[in-house]
């Protein structure tokens, strides 16, 4: 249901209904307004994120009116956001399955739909570097089974509902842009039947009953990706674990599964303070486990409270432990420190999986974790495979393609990622490594950077020039020869 048909990018409807042409330039500056990108250009997911806009803030309400996992759910979003240029008219991403209406500083907009774009035209555009407000009402989303081709997204449980966007499904729930270039802060509103759990990122601020609903309301004061939302509705219980090296910690699990899984999410107590103590004060307000009975085959770290499903908390402690480490890692790298673009994800992955051996191996557990006594023999297993991974997932800071998840999210990003991490401390020694890691999370905390800004930063903190190093572990088809073994072979 389009309020009003898209208008000309010179055209301006005035209030009085009178057409008024404009064909000239229409700021003072003489800037011609125009569409904003449909995509922001990212090399694995073109049409991911949208270009012309800056977003600040989300307000985001989302009803779920039953008890029942499946049921389509209603939102409204308030999006705060700064055009980068003069806009006739701009997109959000959205792959849900209905939008009510949008406004644009409060009034109506045109808006059409192509895949998994909603374009939005305002009656007037949009002058550049100045804060505007959109909003979409009224938009309807359901959730679906996780399959092997589609594994993740806004996903139903037999427990209630749960949000997996990592890296392209958070449009599939509610219109945004959805790019991890694009950070934001957000209030989440989460309305629902009594006697069900609304949780979402960050601090909740209110919690209020009236009538058989609960109104529940969430605040992420840090910039946050799209791709790290959290909203869990259902069956859940949250439990309060109190706090670990300063950070108030909360778990959320199904309430049928409780005395189960909260026993063997306890580490996580344990594993705060070492990470601290190796790269620095923990970057957000909180954190915390969700576990899902659901069938993902993955953790992800969505940001202040990383989602497990329950075949992990099968496994032994000495497996569970250190992928709850490597989830928890990436509230550093991933969540405060987000990807520039997805080719960047080794970032993420690499850090995560090298604080996963380091805890596994700290921890007297490497052995039953990795097979391996020490990390170096860990490495070197790693490094065998290089050349092999190289060739069928592309480099580690470029990976072929993205036509399953599992092309980017690839082991030579995890593994690779990591890899690079260890040929890296090898160049430039223990003491200059830890200052690189711990320096990359203060200076681009709540912010997006790119292998670029790694490969910069590196060389700055070492002292010494590690372009040519780096770009060949990170960018070359071939891996290169480990410093401190040149008699290992891949
Ligand atoms: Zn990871």
Redesign the pocket.
Known sequence: PTRLVALGSATVLSLTGVVVITAGPASASGHRPTPGAAGLGDRLYPLLGNGGYDVQNYDLSLTYPQKDPGQQVIGDVTITAVATQWLSRFDLDFGGDAVGAVTVNGKAAAFTRSGDELIITPQRALPADRKFTVRVSGFKATPIEPNADSPAGFVKTPDGTIVAGQPDETHNLYPSNDHPRDKATYTIRITNPVGWTGTANGIQVSRRQSGDKVVSVYRETHPMASELIQVAVGDFITYNRGRAGGVPVRDVVPRRLADDLLPKAADEMNEIPWLQGKVGKYPFENYGTLVIDGNLGFAL?TQTLSLFDTSWYSLPAYVLDPVAA?ELA?QWFGDSVAPWEWSDVWQ??GH?TWYEYLYAYETGRLKDYAGEDTLDEVYKGIYARGDERRARFGPTAQPLKADVIWDVFNPNVYDGGALVLYALQQKVGAVKFQQIEREWVRRYAGKSASTGDFIRLASRVSGQNLTAFLTDWLYGTKTPPMPGHPDWTV
Do not use: T
Request: net charge negative.
């Open positions: 770290e490597h990436h993420n992955e995560a």
